[in-house]
T-cell receptor, first 111, second 114 residues
Framework: GENVEQHPSTLSVQEGDSAVIKCTYS??????FPWYKQELGKGPQLIID?????GEKKDQRIAVTLNKTAKHFSLHITETQPEDSAVYFC??????????FGQGTRLTINP | DAEITQSPRHKITETGRQVTLACHQT?????MFWYRQDLGHGLRLIHY???????NKGEVSDGYSVSRSNTEDLPLTLESAASSQTSVYFC?????????????FGPGTRLTVL
């Protein structure tokens, strides 16, 4: 089955700097990779996703890149703001709608 | 507005007791899921359902059961609670079985088993 590894577990950056979170997956057949943001006391919320036929996708300050050959994908947040502080999860899909999550990254934006 | 709710938000119980966590969604979604969240493990799938009367085991289903008698609800039951089941539990739903369908998560239930 699918296994997703996520690094780093914690990340601290200065406000305005960029943050990068990386994930690797094991199943070469995986074709969809969502990213979720979880704020304190809330459930995860989808922020961006990428399909395997695309190498990069951007939505304002966030972008995701996918390297199918190396089986890794990354989340990039530019011009970080205090409201970006949260826990971020990457995921792969194993079968119909079965998400396999990474371990999570706690991102802290320092003013 | 459509939403997904969980109750209770916090629960403390004793080892060996039966506990049921409620999940209710008003989107009329076909798919519903239960995850548990533990430090260092991210979210792990417990059980899921693709429709009424359909239930399937996930990665960590031992000690848990679900039943789907209508579209809106998927209660999660711990038959005999164990300390290892102390966790935060999240329910989620999605519209169809398309692999890119977004899963919407509830606010979570924090369960402590003493």
């Amino acid at each position: 089955g699918e296994n997703v590894e996520q690094h780093p577990s914690t990340l601290s950056v200065q406000e305005g700097d960029s943050a990068v979170i990386k994930c690797t997956y094991s199943d070469s057949a995986s074709n969809y990779f969502p990213w979720y943001k979880q704020e304190l006391g809330k459930g995860p919320q989808l922020i961006i996703d990428i399909r395997s036929n695309v190498g990069e996708k951007k939505d304002q300050r966030i972008a995701v890149t996918l390297n199918k050959t190396a089986k890794h994908f990354s989340l990039h947040i530019t011009e970080t703001q205090p409201e970006d502080s949260a826990v971020y999860f990457c995921a792969g899909v194993q079968g119909a709608q079965k998400l396999v999550f990474g371990q999570g990254t706690r991102l802290t934006i320092n003013p | 507005d459509a939403e997904i709710t969980q109750s209770p938000r916090h629960k403390i119980t004793e080892t060996g007791r039966q506990v049921t966590l409620a999940c209710h969604q008003t989107w009329n979604h076909n798919n519903m899921f239960w995850y548990r969240q533990d430090l260092g493990h991210g979210l792990r799938l417990i059980h899921y359902s693709y429709g009424v009367h359909d239930t399937n085991k996930g990665e960590v289903s031992d000690g848990y059961s679900v039943s789907r008698s209508n579209t809106e609800d998927l209660p999660l039951t711990l038959e005999s609670a164990a300390s290892s089941q102390t966790s935060v539990y999240f329910c989620a739903s999605s519209e169809s079985r398309g692999y890119t369908d977004t899963q919407y998560f509830g606010p979570g239930t924090r369960l402590t088993v003493l």
